[in-house]
């Protein structure tokens, strides 16, 4: 587990193999002294899903200046240009048509009393408010475009044989559409990011007991026990941020 303070934020972040993988895919970035944190989930297969997962936290972790519209701007510019490296990659090298080197993102940005969101895939950010819990992003995910468009059910739309299928992620395709959200933060604010194979196993209320505890290492570390009572057939990542 990784715990980082700045004068401002505390976060504490963590990924695990869970009970089933062979390797982890996922990969998270804390960065509390420049209001940064990530976290990504790679596809594609063991070699490929773990290296589009390190590229995003490697082209993210690299400091950038100004405020937070001009990171903002920066964040997206990095991650436009990683998906078109990795689209490139993917023509020169793959033996197979149905070679995929790609990875969720969500990301938080924050500056003073501001924080955006960013992200592509079903990775999630939550926000703890006012003993509330509320899911920021919105998945890009089969599941939730039945919800969306078919009026299906969460529950039929669940049971749908791809029903994880992702519509958007870093490297899936050439053109990369992010979704972005930006919000006030107020005294108390606790985020949550985490990756599908955490939340998954997880119900809302777990997730917001756990966030309304008094410290980020407290939370993440209940967190992580929970998700590894249970199945824990992915890997998981999660990212705790509190003022």
């Known amino acids: 587990m990784q715990e980082?303070?700045?004068?401002?934020?505390?976060?504490?972040a963590r990924t695990d193999t869970g009970k089933v993988r062979a390797r982890n895919e996922d990969a998270f970035l804390a960065l509390p002294e420049q209001g940064l944190w990530v976290v990504a989930d790679g596809m594609g297969g063991h070699q490929n899903g773990a290296l589009a997962s390190r590229l995003i936290v490697e082209?993210?972790?690299e400091p950038s200046e100004g405020n937070l519209q001009q990171r903002?701007?920066?964040l997206r510019k990095r991650l436009?240009?990683?998906?078109?490296?990795l689209g490139q990659e993917l023509t020169v090298t793959a033996e197979r048509p149905d070679t995929l080197i790609g990875s969720t993102?969500?990301?938080l940005l924050v500056d003073g009393d501001r924080a955006a969101c960013v992200w592509a895939g079903d990775s999630r950010c939550y926000l703890w408010r006012g003993s509330r819990l509320y899911q920021l992003s919105r998945d890009h995910s089969l599941r939730q475009q039945l919800i969306?468009?078919?009026?299906?059910?969460?529950?039929?739309?669940?049971?749908?044989?791809?029903?994880h299928?992702?519509?958007r992620a870093i490297g899936a395709s050439e053109e990369l559409q992010l979704d972005i959200l930006e919000l006030d933060v107020l005294p108390g604010d606790a985020f949550l990011l985490c990756s599908d194979g955490l939340y998954q196993g997880l119900s809302s209320d777990a997730l917001g007991a756990a966030?309304?505890?008094?410290s980020a290492h407290f939370a993440l570390q209940r967190l992580f026990e929970q998700a590894l009572d249970g199945p824990a057939r992915d890997n998981l990542s999660a990212v705790v941020i509190r003022r």
């Open 165 to 167: 299928a992702l519509t």
């Open 105 to 107: 993102v969500v990301a």
């Open 148 to 163: 969306d468009e078919q009026q299906y059910s969460p529950e039929q739309a669940a049971r749908h044989p791809s029903a």
């Open 59 to 61: 082209y993210l972790a």
């Open 72 to 74: 903002l701007v920066e």
């Open 80 to 85: 436009h240009g990683l998906n078109r490296r």
């Open 211 to 214: 966030l309304n505890l008094p």
């Open 4 to 12: 980082i303070a700045s004068s401002l934020w505390r976060s504490a």
